[in-house]
């Protein structure tokens, strides 16, 4: 078993990564995040205590871990100083954490453009965070954004912020907002280099260092194949791409590091925020189905849209992000349901389709084809055994896996770390 893992969301965000995360986090040397930033709200659970991240790595608990926020995300600094703080207030004060001096810098110019954009379009929200994560990878990639690492350098900081200012204060004045005063914005960061300054390191070279030394590695993957900005259901998607195959570019590796790729899908199916979900049910169930599941955002709090696992959905995602295992998440939410339905293809226009078509108004015309699965009674939360799990909770996971191609390596039945399967005994090698 490798060394290396990847903790890959493969439906919409939310399906379990931060639980997962923890779960080998207990064992790793350790855990990268290598895209996305605080739109991604991470949930861990163990010893009655339950936690929430968002863009610092769930590795952060175990103080044998190195923890490192990747080149590939977007990091609001204020926010990391918040979540530490946070975290110091829960007596979480012995851990190691490092920052990537490449990684882009949220910036306050950001956050107020992601919501300026998000209201002038109107009914055609996308519904982000509002964490300003939309407009800082654009920076990047307009090769207007700062760094992480231009806090060390102070002079190099006031001219790359004065340059932006210069261009950004226009389009803020523009959309009716408040423009930025540099030296306020100067100052501020300047006082949240002072906290977080002695973090940020060239990370590329600590996570290399470790690969080379035979460390075990875990990536940590924030949102979801379905809002992947290449593969996902875009518009209505985030800015990074959370596959696999940003792991290399992400954390500055080579792609010959990545072996084991764990994808994470819930049992079921939730999205937050707009956008198409083929399989979204409403009424009675779904509410039953929220209410269980505790469907409601991390970040936002907001209800989580809920429905049918996306057969079609989870073979895309997982040829696509090369998935090597799924981990089958809220497995004990479906307990109590007499039937269960699983999406193994779309209905456009009368054809079966078996992959999601590239864009949205294609996608609003599938309907779901369905097969109905026989569901069971009992409380599974307790079962830490496949092969005690009720016989029709046994056929459900065997029909994923001949559905996506893809086999179960593990199974949760409940928000605690210690309410796991592993059903692949090559896992508990990591
Ligand atoms: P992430 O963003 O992928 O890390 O997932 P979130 O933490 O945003 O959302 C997953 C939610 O499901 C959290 O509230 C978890 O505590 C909870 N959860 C995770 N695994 C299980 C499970 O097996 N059963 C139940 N009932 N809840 C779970
Ligand atoms: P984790 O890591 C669920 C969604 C937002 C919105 C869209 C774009 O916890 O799974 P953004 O702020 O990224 O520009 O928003 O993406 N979204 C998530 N949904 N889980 C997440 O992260 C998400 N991160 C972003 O709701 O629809
Ligand atoms: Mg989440």
Same mark, same amino acid.
């Given at each position: 078993?490798?060394?290396? =893992?990847?903790?890959?969301g493969s439906q919409w965000g939310d399906e379990g990564k931060g639980k997962i995360?923890?779960?080998? +986090?207990?064992?790793?040397? =350790?855990?990268?995040?290598?895209?996305?930033?605080?739109n991604a709200g991470h949930t861990v659970m163990?010893?009655?205590?339950k936690y929430s991240l968002q863009?610092? @790595?769930?590795?952060?608990?175990? @103080? /044998?871990?190195?923890?490192?926020?990747?080149?590939? =995300?977007?990091?609001?600094?204020?926010?990391?100083?918040?979540?530490?703080?946070?975290?110091?207030?829960?007596?979480?004060?012995?851990?190691?954490?490092?920052?990537?001096?490449? +990684?882009?810098?949220?910036?306050?110019?950001?956050?107020?453009?992601?919501?300026?954009?998000?209201?002038?379009?109107?009914?055609?929200?996308i519904g982000t965070t509002?964490?300003?994560?939309? %407009?800082?990878?654009?920076?990047? $990639?307009?090769?207007?954004?700062?760094?992480?690492?231009?806090?060390?350098?102070?002079?190099?900081?006031?001219?790359?912020?004065? /340059? /932006?200012?210069?261009?950004?204060?226009?389009?803020?004045?523009?959309?009716?907002?408040? %423009?930025?005063?540099?030296?306020?914005?100067?100052?501020?960061?300047?006082?949240?280099?002072?906290?977080?300054?002695?973090?940020?390191?060239?990370?590329?070279?600590?996570?290399?260092?470790?690969?080379?030394?035979?460390?075990?590695?875990?990536?940590?993957?924030a949102q979801g194949m379905m809002l992947?900005?290449?593969?996902?259901t $875009?518009?209505f998607?985030t800015?990074?791409? %959370?596959?696999?195959?940003?792991?290399?570019?992400?954390?500055?590796?080579? @792609? !010959?590091?990545?072996?084991?790729?764990?994808?994470v899908a819930k049992a079921y199916c939730t999205r937050v925020g707009a956008g198409p979900f083929p399989t979204e049910i409403d009424g009675e169930l779904a509410h039953e189905i929220r209410e269980r599941g505790h469907e409601y955002g991390t970040v936002t709090g907001r209800p989580r849209r809920v429905g049918w696992l996306d057969?079609?959905v989870a073979? $895309?995602?997982?040829?696509?992000?090369?998935? #090597?295992?799924?981990a089958i998440m809220l497995l004990d939410v479906l307990s109590g349901l007499?039937?269960i339905k699983i999406c193994?293809? $779309?209905?456009?226009?009368?054809?079966?389709?078996?992959? %999601?078509?590239?864009?949205? +108004? #294609?996608?609003?015309?599938?309907?779901?084809?369905?097969?109905?699965?026989?569901g069971?009674?009992?409380d599974i939360s307790?079962?830490?055994?496949?092969?005690?799990?009720?016989?029709?909770? !046994?056929?459900y996971?065997? !029909?994923?896996?001949?559905?996506?191609? #893809?086999?179960?390596?593990?199974i949760s039945v409940g928000p605690d770390?210690?309410q796991?399967?592993?059903?692949?005994? +090559?896992?508990?090698?990591?």
């Open positions: 078993m490798s060394q290396r =893992m990847v903790v890959v995360t923890d779960y080998f +986090a207990t064992r790793a040397d =350790m855990v990268v995040r290598y895209q996305g930033g605080n163990f010893d009655g205590n863009s610092i @790595p769930s590795g952060i608990f175990n @103080p /044998a871990t190195v923890n490192v926020m990747g080149n590939g =995300m977007v990091v609001n600094p204020e926010s990391v100083v918040a979540e530490l703080q946070k975290l110091h207030d829960r007596g979480i004060t012995d851990y190691k954490l490092f920052i990537s001096n490449r +990684a882009a810098m949220v910036m306050p110019w950001h956050i107020m453009l992601d919501g300026a954009y998000e209201r002038r379009k109107g009914d055609a929200q509002q964490k300003g994560i939309g %407009p800082a990878y654009s920076d990047k $990639y307009s090769r207007t954004g700062l760094r992480i690492g231009d806090l060390l350098e102070p002079d190099y900081f006031r001219e790359r912020l004065e /340059a /932006a200012l210069d261009v950004k204060n226009i389009e803020l004045k523009s959309l009716g907002l408040e %423009p930025l005063d540099v030296e306020e914005v100067y100052n501020r960061y300047m006082e949240l280099a002072r906290q977080i300054g002695p973090m940020i390191t060239d990370t590329s070279d600590l996570i290399n260092e470790a690969l080379e030394s035979d460390a075990k590695v875990l990536f940590e993957g992947c900005i290449d593969h996902g $875009y518009p998607v800015s990074s791409s %959370p596959s696999a195959a940003s792991v290399p570019v992400g954390a500055g590796i080579a @792609p !010959k590091w990545i072996d084991t790729v764990v994808g057969a079609v073979r $895309y995602t997982s040829r696509l992000a090369g998935i #090597t295992q799924w007499d039937k193994v293809a $779309y209905d456009l226009d009368g054809k079966e389709i078996t992959t %999601p078509p590239s864009t949205i +108004a #294609t996608l609003a015309r599938c309907k779901p084809v369905y097969i109905e699965l026989d069971w009674k009992e307790g079962i830490r055994d496949f092969d005690r799990l009720p016989e029709n909770a !046994k056929a996971i065997r !029909k994923i896996e001949e559905l996506t191609k #893809t086999p179960v390596g593990m770390r210690s796991t399967i592993i059903v692949d005994p +090559a896992l508990n090698r990591f």
